[in-house]
């Protein structure tokens, strides 16, 4: 009897803090504040992207390939083709 009700007790207790962490954490914020957040998030979502990309090594090979077209774009002079491999003389 006495292990019934500490397990009802315990599973009240699990409940209610289930039920603490799960609320809208949005629902009391204000437009602006939300606005706030998302941009907030996305800034961190984007961060993560990148420093996954460096790390990971089947999107380094990509990720570096990225940078060197960047670099090549950024140095060519305008009007200048960009370089595809193929010579198109």
């Known amino acids: 009897m006495i292990d019934a009700i ?13 039920k603490a ?13 939300f606005e706030r957040e998302a941009k907030r998030s996305s800034r961190m979502g984007a961060a993560v992207a990148g420093l996954q990309k460096i790390i990971d090594p ?13 670099l090549e774009a950024d140095g060519a002079e305008s009007g200048d083709r960009p370089q595809t491999g193929r010579d198109v003389s």
Do not use: C, F, P
């Open 58 to 70: 089947a999107h380094r090979a990509e990720y570096i390939q990225e940078q060197r077209e960047r």
């Open 21 to 33: 962490t799960s609320r809208d954490r949005y629902s009391n914020m204000s437009k602006e504040e």
């Open 6 to 18: 500490w397990l009802a007790l315990l599973a009240v207790l699990v409940y209610g803090i289930v």
